[in-house]
C-alpha cells in the first residue's frame, strides 16, 4: 500500500490556502485553548483544530481517512523539537544577526577612528605598557567577531523520530520507506535544520545547550566592554554627550551616568545567567521523557530578548562618547615609568648587567617618573652614546608596538 494521504498532504500549500503561520490570528488560538481545555495537551489541540480546519476548507476538503495523516506516527516532541529550533533560527536570522552586526560595525568604526591615538593602559589597575585607544576597541571587535563566528558554526538540530525516536509506527505501517532518510530530507529542506539521529522521544538538546553557551559567551563578552568602556568615562578618557531636558541625577545636576552601559551589562548577564541555566538543565531527562524541558523551552526567548536589550543599549551608549585626547595625554605624560619595559629590553639587548633590576629599583613602588627623571636617567648609564641617543627618542607616546596598526 502506498501514501496517497501523505502525499496529498505535502501537495498543500500553506500560503495558498491561507494556513500558514503568517494568517494565523487570535481567533484561532483561543480556539486551540478552547479545545486544550477538553484535551488537556497542547499539541493535540493542535491536531484538532487543524483537522477541523483542513476538512472544512473547501479548498482542500481532506476527508476523514486524509485527516489522520496530520499527526501521522508523530509525538507532540515531533512538532515541537521541530517548531523550537525553527523559531531559535529565524530569530537568530532576521533579528539577532543583524543586530549584533551593527554593534561590531560601530566597535570597529571606532577602532578604526582611533587607532593611532596612544593611550595609557591599566594591567591590575596600574600604568602599564602604552596601547592605543582604537587598539583596545579593536580587541572587542574582534572577540565578538570570533565568537559569532562559533555560534553561525552551530547546526541548529531538530528531533523528529516518533514516540521514542525510532520510527516504531512508521516502520511497522509502511516498512518499504527509508523514513530517516525522508526525515532528514524533511528538516532539511523545509526548515533548516539538521535532525538529530538517534534520539530518545525528546532531542538530546546538546546541540540547542551548545548555542545557548555560544550567546552567554557573547554575553559574557558585551559585559566586559562595558565595563571597560564605564571605567574609561570615569577616568574621563570619553565624555558623553548631552541632550536638552536628560537629566542623570535627581539630586546632583552635574550628573552625565553611563546609564547605557550599565543597562547593557545588566542585561547581557541576565541573557547569559538564562543561557546557562537552560544550557546546563535541557540535556538532561529521566530515562525516555520526562517533563522538565516543557517548562524551561517556554523561556528559551528571554535570552534572546535581553541579548538585544542589552545590544541596543551597548550600541546608544558607544554613539554618546566623544573622546578627550588631552586627559588620555595627560595620564601618559605623568606616567614615564611604563618606559621601563623598553629600556630594561635595550639594555639586555646590550648586555648591560643586571638591566630588570636597575629598572627596578628606579621605578617599582615610586612615585610617577618625570620626562626630565626619565633623562637623567638615561645620561647617567654607562652605555654607549648612541644607545642613549636612542633611548632618549622614547616616549610614552610612541612606544606602541604594533597597536596603531592592529
Not at 279 to 284: A, C, G, K
Amino acid at each position: 500500500m502506498g501514501l496517497p494521504p501523505l502525499a496529498r498532504l505535502a501537495s498543500i500549500d500553506p500560503e495558498q490556502f491561507h494556513l500558514s503561520w503568517k494568517q494565523f490570528s487570535i481567533q484561532d488560538a483561543t480556539e486551540i485553548k478552547s479545545i486544550e481545555k477538553t484535551t488537556r495537551h497542547d499539541v493535540k489541540a493542535v491536531e484538532y483544530f487543524l483537522k477541523q480546519q483542513w476538512t472544512q476548507n473547501p479548498n482542500i476538503l481532506l476527508t476523514d481517512h486524509e485527516s489522520e495523516f496530520i499527526h501521522f506516527g508523530l509525538t507532540s516532541q515531533d512538532i515541537n523539537n521541530t517548531a523550537i529550533p525553527t523559531l531559535c533560527k529565524e530569530a537568530l536570522d532576521s533579528v539577532y544577526y543583524p543586530l549584533l552586526n551593527n554593534l561590531i560595525e560601530s566597535l570597529t568604526q571606532m577602532a578604526d577612528q582611533w587607532i593611532s591615538i596612544p593611550m595609557l593602559a591599566r594591567t591590575h589597575g596600574q600604568p602599564a605598557t602604552p596601547t592605543t585607544v582604537g587598539k583596545e576597541i579593536r580587541v572587542f571587535q574582534a572577540r565578538l567577531e570570533n565568537a559569532k563566528a562559533s555560534l553561525q558554526s552551530l547546526p541548529i538540530p531538530a528531533k523528529f523520530g516518533g514516540a521514542t525516536g525510532s520510527f516504531n509506527a512508521h516502520k511497522v505501517a509502511y516498512p518499504q520507506y527509508h523514513w530517516p532518510k525522508l526525515a532528514d530530507q524533511f528538516l532539511t529542506e523545509k526548515f533548516g535544520l539538521q535532525r538529530t539521529q538517534i534520539t530518545t522521544q525528546i532531542e538530546n538538546y546538546d546541540g540547542l545547550a551548545a548555542l545557548l553557551d555560544a550567546m552567554a559567551r557573547i554575553n559574557i563578552i558585551i559585559i566586559d566592554a562595558c565595563r571597560d568602556f564605564w571605567t574609561y568615562i570615569s577616568m574621563e578618557y570619553f565624555s558623553q554627550k548631552t541632550k536638552p531636558g536628560e537629566i542623570g541625577s535627581s539630586a546632583m545636576p552635574h550628573k552625565v551616568n553611563p546609564i547605557d552601559f550599565e543597562n547593557a551589562e545588566g542585561n547581557a548577564g541576565f541573557s547569559a545567567a538564562i543561557a546557562g541555566h537552560l544550557s546546563r538543565t535541557l540535556p538532561i531527562s529521566r530515562l525516555q521523557r520526562d517533563l522538565t524541558d516543557s517548562t524551561l523551552l517556554r523561556n528559551i526567548g528571554l535570552p534572546f530578548a535581553h541579548s538585544l536589550l542589552a545590544f541596543k543599549s551597548m550600541l546608544k551608549g558607544l554613539a554618546s562618547l566623544e573622546l578627550n585626547e588631552n586627559k588620555i595625554r595627560v595620564d601618559l605624560n605623568q606616567n614615564w615609568e611604563v618606559l621601563a619595559e623598553a629600556v630594561q629590553t635595550i639594555l639586555r639587548r646590550e648586555g648591560y648587567p643586571k638591566p630588570y633590576e636597575t629598572l627596578l629599583n628606579l621605578t617599582r613602588g615610586k612615585e610617577s617618573l618625570t620626562p626630565s627623571a626619565y633623562l637623567d636617567f638615561i645620561n647617567q648609564l654607562e652605555i654607549r652614546e648612541e644607545v642613549k641617543a636612542e633611548l632618549r627618542q622614547l616616549s610614552p607616546w610612541d612606544y606602541l608596538g604594533y597597536a596603531p596598526t592592529s
